[in-house]
Each structure stands twice: as structure tokens, then as C-alpha cells.
């Protein structure tokens, strides 16, 4: 299990961009899967964007079009290219990966990085 940071959050009026990083304490490599969740307030956890391997990058519906979910292995870290920014992609941003074992999947999480926007 890696320990995760996430950066880049903050205030950002509406129309703007903001990337998120997410750095892995080791190597993400040999992840399975490499994804950004968000939590509003008051709503439940939902799933942003993510890379699985042997699969399509997936995103949901909301913010297609508008973020890009990316990965450097070199440098152990996920991003997540955020444009276009709307007041309700307003959330604290977690980022997660997954790594499939014989004991079953393992997962790790970052402790978030708040996103508001507002004008």
C-alpha cells in the first residue's frame, strides 16, 4: 500500500482551470487502477475519472469533455487536468489507486484537496 498526496486545489472562478497532482510515496507502476473521486458537501463520494489497465479511460459524465485524467509513472504521480471549471464541480478531491492482489485489491487513498468554484 503507497501513501498518497494530493496538490493543486483552491479557489478558481467559473470558466477557469486548475490541475490536481497526486503523488505516490512509491512506485505506482504495477496499479491497476489509478482514479479521482470528489465528495460535495452533503452528497456521497463519486467517481471523476479513471485509467484502469487493459480498459478505456473512463470519466463521468459530468465533467467529460472538460478534465483529463492522466498518469507519469516516471515521476509516481496522477493528475487530473480540470478546465472549464463549473460552480458545481465545487468538492474536495481525493485521488485513489488499486492494486489487484492474490489477496484481493488493495487501495489506497490521498486525504483530499478541497476545489472551490466560485465567482
Known amino acids: 500500500q503507497v501513501q498518497l498526496a494530493e496538490s493543486g486545489g483552491g479557489l478558481v472562478q467559473p470558466g477557469g482551470s486548475l490541475r490536481l497532482s497526486c503523488t505516490a510515496s512509491?512506485?505506482?507502476?504495477?496499479?491497476?487502477?489509478r482514479a479521482w473521486y470528489r465528495q460535495a458537501p452533503g452528497k456521497q463520494r463519486e467517481l471523476v475519472a479513471s485509467?484502469?489497465?487493459?480498459?478505456?479511460?473512463s470519466y463521468a459524465d459530468s465533467v467529460k469533455g472538460r478534465f483529463t485524467i492522466s498518469t507519469d509513472n516516471a515521476k509516481n504521480t496522477v493528475y487530473l487536468q480540470m478546465n472549464n471549471l463549473k460552480p458545481e464541480d465545487t468538492a474536495v478531491y481525493y485521488c485513489?489507486?488499486?492494486?489487484?492482489?492474490?489477496?484481493?485489491?488493495?487501495?489506497?487513498w490521498g486525504q483530499g484537496t478541497q476545489v472551490t468554484v466560485s465567482s
Open positions: 485513489n489507486v488499486v492494486k489487484y492482489t492474490m489477496r484481493g485489491p488493495v487501495a489506497s
Open positions: 512509491g512506485s505506482i507502476s504495477s496499479v491497476n487502477v
Open positions: 485509467i484502469t489497465s487493459g480498459a478505456p479511460t
